[in-house]
């Protein structure tokens, strides 16, 4: 059974930090891409960032480049997000997801059809 479980999220302050964690099991890590997503009330979901399989190139989207950091642990099989300086706006469900597909840019997450995704946690951002 494959599973993906996000961890890590909860309330903080406008400029604080968080790390989520992406824990996977049942798949094939290292040959996978896992991509972090989070969904906004009243928004679409929106692709955040992504380590790709392979070369670990990773890949952010705009509204998110230069405050958080995307990383893995191959050993752990887990993947990390370093969310710093958040914003209010970045409140919203993070999930994680993976797929075999050898990602290359941060405009494939949202086109991309993922094989797996986890329940998502949440992040709250107050003011």
């Known amino acids: 059974e494959v599973q993906l479980v996000e961890s890590g999220g909860g309330l903080v302050q406008a400029g604080e930090s968080l790390r989520l964690s992406c824990a996977a099991s049942g798949l094939p890590f290292d040959e996978y891409a896992i991509g972090w997503f989070r969904r906004a009330p009243g928004k679409e979901r929106e692709g955040v960032s992504c380590i790709s399989s392979g070369d670990g190139s990773t890949f952010y989207a705009d509204s998110v480049k230069g405050r958080f950091t995307i990383s893995k642990d191959n050993a752990k099989n887990t993947v990390y997000l370093q969310m710093s300086s958040l914003r209010p706006e970045d409140t919203g469900i993070y999930y994680c997801?993976?797929?075999?597909?050898?990602?290359?840019?941060?405009?494939?997450?949202?086109?991309?059809?993922?094989?797996?995704w986890g329940q998502g946690t949440q992040v709250t951002v107050s003011s």
């Open positions: 997801a993976a797929d075999p597909y050898f990602v290359r840019g941060i405009i494939e997450l949202n086109r991309m059809r993922w094989d797996y």
